[in-house]
C-alpha cells in the first residue's frame, strides 16, 4: 500500500520560512514525477512545483512561487522536500504531495497524480 506523508506545515510570519517534506513508502518514485500542490480555502487545488526523472532530475515551478521555493527530493530517504521562503499571507494553504510512478508531461495537472497525502496546513500571518 503506497502511503505519502506530509509534514513540516505551521503558522509563520510574512517573510518566513518553512520546510515542507513528504515522505513515500509502499514504492519508490526515483524514475518518476513528484509534485507539491496547494489548496486555500474556497479555490481549487493549483500546482505549486514538480520534479520529475529524465535522464536526469528536473525541476518546474508555478510562476508564483518561482523564486522564493525550491523542491528537491532524497532518493535514499524516499522522501520529497519544498523549501519555502520570503512567505506571503497568499501562500496561506493546505498543501499536498502527490506521487506518480512514471515520467509524465503534464506535471502540473492534478490528473497526472496516482497518489496523493493526507495535506498540511501551512498559515502566512501578515
Known amino acids: 500500500q503506497v502511503q505519502l506523508v506530509e509534514s513540516g506545515g505551521g503558522l509563520v510570519q510574512a517573510g518566513g520560512s518553512l520546510r515542507l517534506s513528504c515522505v513515500a513508502s509502499g514504492r519508490t518514485f526515483s524514475s518518476g514525477t513528484m509534485g507539491w500542490f496547494r489548496q486555500a480555502p474556497g479555490k481549487e487545488r493549483e500546482f505549486v512545483a514538480a520534479i520529475r526523472w529524465s535522464g536526469g532530475y528536473s525541476t518546474y515551478y508555478a510562476d508564483s512561487v518561482k523564486g522564493r521555493f525550491t523542491i528537491s527530493r532524497d532518493n535514499a530517504k524516499n522522501t520529497v522536500y519544498l523549501q519555502m521562503s520570503s512567505l506571503k499571507p497568499e501562500d496561506t494553504a493546505i498543501y499536498y504531495c502527490?506521487?506518480?510512478?512514471?515520467?509524465?508531461?503534464?506535471?502540473?495537472?492534478?490528473?497526472?497524480?496516482?497518489?496523493w497525502g493526507q495535506g498540511t496546513q501551512v498559515t502566512v500571518s501578515s
Open positions: 502527490a506521487a506518480r510512478q512514471y515520467y509524465s508531461i503534464t506535471y502540473y495537472n492534478t490528473n497526472t497524480y496516482d497518489y
